[in-house]
């Protein structure tokens, strides 16, 4: 038994969970690495970010390293990133579980690293102590009134710590 249907509808305005939206972008990266006597090496670099829906971003990082003693270095970087929010972030809409929002700004975390590392005689390791600032980092909050979840950015945040790496090569590729 065929039953007519009448023709399909156009729901896209209304059902269509996100934005109908494009986005391009551009990113340019460069890197120099300069040794400026036999035992320190410098690294400058920077990436380019144009976004069509969000400014420019110019992110820069630093590097320098020094042997201070054969197989024995000191490490001193700074680095800065840059995220910007997703589709879902910006534009879900129609949705009663996550709603995006259109007013995001994109996060930015700057990191500084001091690094103590060794290499000598098949055992290496690496004492690093970092710290982090983000900026407008991005998170989702419930609306107790909706029961949705939309998309904010917050207050700067930081965090620091350290971390340790050993390693021990066997030979032939084999480490632990």
Do not use: H
């Given at each position: 038994?065929?039953?007519?249907?009448?023709?399909?509808e156009d729901l896209t305005e209304t059902?269509?969970?996100?934005?109908?939206?494009?986005?391009?972008?551009?990113?340019?990266?460069?890197?120099?690495?300069?040794?400026?006597?036999?035992?320190?090496?410098?690294?400058?670099?920077?990436?380019?970010?144009?976004?069509?829906?969000?400014?420019?971003?110019?992110?820069?990082?630093?590097?320098?390293?020094?042997?201070?003693?054969?197989?024995?270095?000191?490490?001193?970087?700074?680095?800065?990133?840059?995220?910007?929010?997703?589709?879902?972030?910006?534009?879900?809409?129609?949705?009663?579980?996550?709603?995006?929002?259109?007013?995001?700004?994109?996060?930015?975390?700057?990191?500084?690293?001091?690094?103590?590392?060794?290499?000598?005689?098949?055992?290496?390791?690496?004492?690093?102590f970092f710290h982090n600032t983000i900026?407008?980092?991005?998170?989702?909050?419930?609306d107790f009134e909706s029961s949705a979840?939309?998309?904010?950015?917050?207050?700067?945040?930081?965090?620091?710590?350290?971390?340790?790496?050993?390693?021990?090569?066997?030979?032939?590729?084999?480490?632990?």
């Open positions: 038994v065929l039953i007519p249907l009448d023709a399909p059902q269509n969970f996100n934005k109908n939206v494009s986005r391009e972008f551009i990113a340019v990266f460069f890197q120099n690495i300069r040794d400026i006597t036999d035992n320190m090496r410098l690294t400058l670099g920077a990436r380019y970010d144009r976004y069509s829906d969000f400014e420019e971003s110019l992110n820069p990082r630093l590097g320098l390293t020094w042997e201070f003693v054969k197989g024995y270095n000191l490490k001193f970087l700074y680095g800065r990133a840059f995220r910007a929010p997703t589709f879902q972030e910006l534009y879900n809409q129609n949705n009663p579980a996550v709603m995006g929002n259109s007013d995001l700004e994109p996060e930015t975390v700057d990191t500084y690293e001091v690094s103590l590392g060794a290499d000598v005689k098949g055992f290496s390791g690496r004492l690093t900026k407008n980092s991005i998170g989702s909050v419930k979840v939309f998309f904010q950015n917050s207050d700067e945040i930081r965090s620091q710590g350290y971390e340790v790496e050993l390693k021990y090569k066997f030979g032939k590729g084999t480490y632990i």
